[in-house]
C-alpha cells in the first residue's frame, strides 16, 4: 500500500530551528509537497521538490532524498505564526495526491 | 497566485436538508478540480475529482448519490451534500488545477458544515 509517514506534533522555541521530516512509501513518484494549514482553514503551498536536494525559500526549505524516500522542512527563525500543521503530500505514478496525516508543530515564547 | 473562492464559507442546516457549495477559480480556468473532507485533527481526505464537463470520480467509500458533483463550467464546481446528516459535518474544501501538473494546485478556502 502506500503510506506517509511524518511525526504527529512537534514543539519549538520561538527564534530557533525545527525540522519536520517526512518518509514515503508510494507507487511511483512524481513529486513532493509541503503545505501549511492554520486551523479551521484551507492548506497554503510552501514548496514543490520533484528533484534530490534543498529547496531554500526565506525561512522555509525543503529537502528530498528520492532513493530514501525521506524529505524534510526546514524552519528557522520560528516565530508564533509558525505554529500550524505541515502536511507532506506525495504524487504517486498515476498523478494521484497521497497525504500524510500532518505534523502539528507548537511554538513556545 | 491563482485564486480559488468558496461559498459558503460556512452553513449551518438541519438534519435532512441538503447544502451546495460551490467552487470557484476567479482568474483562472480549471479543467480539474479536487473536493476534499478534514475531520478535525485529521488530514485532509480526497472526495472525488471533478472534470469540466464530464462525470466526477469518485474516491472509495465515498457516495456518489449522496455527495453530488457537477463541473458545469471551466471555473465552477458544485459540490451538494444530500439529505445531510450530523456525521457529515466537516470542513469541505475544493482545489483547482490550473495547468496540468499538480504543482498548479490551489485550494479554496473551505467550508464548514455543521448539521444538527
Known amino acids: 500500500g502506500q503510506n506517509i509517514d511524518q511525526p504527529t506534533e512537534m514543539t519549538a522555541t520561538e527564534g530557533a530551528i525545527v525540522q519536520i521530516n517526512c518518509t514515503y512509501q508510494t507507487s511511483g513518484f512524481n513529486g513532493l509537497f509541503w503545505y501549511q494549514q492554520h486551523a479551521g482553514e484551507a492548506p497554503t503551498f510552501l514548496s514543490y521538490?520533484?528533484l534530490d536536494g534543498l529547496e531554500e525559500k526565506g525561512r522555509f526549505s525543503s529537502f528530498l532524498s528520492r532513493s530514501k524516500g525521506y524529505s524534510y522542512l526546514l524552519l528557522k527563525e520560528l516565530q508564533m505564526k509558525d505554529s500550524a500543521s505541515y502536511l507532506c503530500a506525495v504524487v504517486d505514478s498515476n498523478y494521484q495526491l497521497i497525504w500524510g496525516a500532518g505534523t502539528k508543530l507548537i511554538i513556545k515564547p | 497566485g491563482a485564486v480559488v473562492s468558496q461559498h459558503p464559507s460556512r452553513v449551518i442546516c438541519k438534519s435532512g436538508t441538503s447544502v451546495k457549495i460551490e467552487c470557484r477559480s476567479l482568474d483562472f480556468q480549471a479543467t480539474t478540480m479536487f473536493w476534499y473532507r478534514q475531520f478535525p485533527k485529521q488530514s485532509l481526505m480526497l472526495m472525488a475529482t471533478?472534470?469540466?464537463?464530464?462525470?466526477?470520480?469518485?474516491e472509495q467509500g465515498v457516495e456518489k448519490d449522496k455527495f453530488l458533483i457537477n463541473h458545469a463550467s471551466l471555473t465552477l464546481s458544485t459540490l451538494t451534500v444530500t439529505s445531510a446528516h450530523p456525521e457529515d459535518s466537516s470542513f469541505y474544501i475544493c482545489?483547482?488545477?490550473?495547468?496540468?501538473?499538480?504543482?498548479?494546485?490551489?485550494f479554496g478556502p473551505g467550508t464548514r458544515l455543521t448539521v444538527l
Open positions: 521538490n520533484v
Open positions: 471533478s472534470n469540466e464537463g464530464s462525470k466526477a470520480t469518485y
Open positions: 482545489s483547482a488545477l490550473q495547468g496540468d501538473h499538480h504543482n498548479e494546485q490551489f
